[in-house]
């Protein structure tokens, strides 16, 4: 059973479309992330939800709309998609207390032409 | 506010080789460190980490030694493999408003060679 699992891996579109992409996890985490990753490899934290709540908001264009149906669930939504926004998208979950781990899923990569 | 500085790569290396990755970190107390490995197209996984000063972490034939003198915690495996191939992230988790924030540095990427 894949522990952080990301819909879909791919996906390409045309600038100015609307897309989501979706995270599920089943390990009982109570916070999850979405983190973007450049062509560089440079990991930014997007956005960060405990318990269905957004507690971490980072600048972040309002494009981007994060939305938690439950803790097991984790989407992202973009709106008005630009070029700029290629990149990786990694979702990623843990316990709220702990050590504190981090478990990622295995990316969508998002390819604005 | 808190940062971790990791060596630029790529780093290549033939098999069987010393490998050392730098890592430096600026926080105020003793956070945990950690490092994480990305294996091509993959996401990230906990390699190891290191709770409090003097902790030496260590998985796979990797270790890392949580070195508070000189706010490092450089990562090193005696003889690399093809294998381990992949990018490696130091990290340094944080709790603020009584939520965790992790910090990762840039990322060095290693390629072994045979």
């Known amino acids: 059973d894949t522990a952080v699992s990301q819909t879909p891996k791919y996906l390409v579109t045309q600038m100015g479309n609307d897309k989501s992409i979706k995270c599920e996890q089943n390990?009982?985490?109570?916070?999850m992330y979405w983190y973007k990753q450049d062509s560089k490899k440079f990991l930014k934290i997007m956005f960060s939800?405990?318990?269905?709540?957004?507690?971490i908001n980072e600048t972040v264009p309002n494009r981007f709309s994060p939305k938690s149906p439950d803790k097991a669930h984790l989407n992202l939504h973009i709106n008005s998609l630009e070029l700029g926004d290629s990149a990786v998208y990694f979702c990623?979950?843990?316990?709220?207390?702990?050590?504190?781990?981090?478990?990622f899923g295995e990316g969508s990569r998002l390819t604005v032409l | 506010g808190d940062s971790v500085t990791q060596m630029e790569g790529p780093v290549t290396l033939s098999e069987e080789a010393f490998l050392t990755i730098n890592c430096t970190y600026t926080?105020?107390?003793?956070?945990?460190l950690f490092w994480y490995v990305q294996y091509p197209g993959e996401g990230l996984q906990l390699l190891l980490k290191?709770?409090?000063?003097?902790d030496k972490g260590s998985n796979k034939g990797f270790e890392a030694t949580y070195r508070k003198e000189t706010t490092s915690f450089h990562l090193e495996k005696g003889s690399v493999q093809v294998s381990d191939s992949a990018v490696y992230f130091c990290?340094?988790?944080?709790?603020?408003?009584?939520?965790?924030?992790?910090?990762f540095g840039t990322g060095t990427k290693l390629q072994v060679i045979p």
């Open positions: 290191a709770t409090k000063a003097d």
């Open positions: 390990l009982g985490h109570d916070t």
């Open positions: 990290a340094l988790p944080r709790n603020s408003g009584g939520y965790q924030k992790v910090t």
């Open positions: 926080a105020t107390g003793y956070p945990s």
């Open positions: 939800y405990n318990n269905k709540e957004l507690i």
């Open positions: 990623a979950s843990r316990l709220q207390v702990g050590t504190g781990e981090l478990f």
